[in-house]
């Protein structure tokens, strides 16, 4: 569980006590379910990396709900964030490059246009031989995103990069040397599943 579950996690745990100290048992069972829904929305599982250094994997847990691009070159990869894992990982090692908190609107995250309209969060990692964009995006219930790298900061693949509180979406975007490797409606996990492959990138 990532430590920013405790702002919500410590609140609802201590209403859980005082209301079953005073014998109210509903109401302490009722904060007891929140909390066990923060601990759900916060948890931060191990992964085991690939460690071929051509390949590119998911940023986030959750479902590729579009892929927009040219013929077989993929310029976008749109991930539906899963309810359970809401922290982001690195799709590459690399440096990044910038990072740019964009304010915007909150519609519901899989919705085409959300990637351009919605509040988001972009970073540039660059790789050496390509660079990778990410976008974390807020919708309409996730009114928080969190990004824990800054420019200059080298990342490994699969390093935590990042979170949207309670859910959301993250786009990944694809330079032309990057071979596609999933399909709309494929599950996908952060830091694990492979994405792409870049074609005669250097590790």
């Known amino acids: 569980m990532v430590k920013d579950a405790f702002p919500y996690l410590i609140p609802l745990l201590i209403l859980m006590v005082v209301f079953w100290a005073f014998g109210s048992k509903p109401a302490a069972a009722f904060f007891l379910i929140q909390s066990l829904f923060v601990v759900f929305f916060f948890r931060d599982p191990e992964r085991k990396i690939p460690q071929d250094p051509s390949v590119i994997v998911s940023p986030a847990d959750g ?9 077989e070159r993929t310029a976008r990869v749109s991930i ?74 080298r990342v490994s693949k699969g390093e935590r990069i990042g979170l949207i509180k309670f859910g959301s979406r993250v786009d990944l975007f694809l330079p032309e040397n990057i071979t596609p490797l999933v399909k709309v409606g494929d599950k996908v996990k952060g830091g694990s599943t492979i994405v792409g492959r870049a074609e005669n990138a250097q590790g």
Request: aromatic share 8%; net charge positive; glycine share 8%.
């Open 80 to 153: 539906f964030l899963s309810i359970f894992v809401h922290v982001n990982r690195a799709p590459v090692d690399g440096v990044v490059e910038s990072t740019q908190y964009i304010p915007g609107r909150f519609k519901v995250a899989f919705h085409p246009s959300a990637s351009v309209e919605n509040e988001r969060n972009i970073l540039v990692i660059d790789h050496g031989s390509y660079k990778i964009k990410v976008s974390q995006i807020a919708g309409i219930l996730a009114r928080r995103i969190v990004c824990w790298k800054k420019a200059g900061d």
């Open 63 to 71: 479902k590729v709900v579009e892929i927009v691009g040219q013929a």
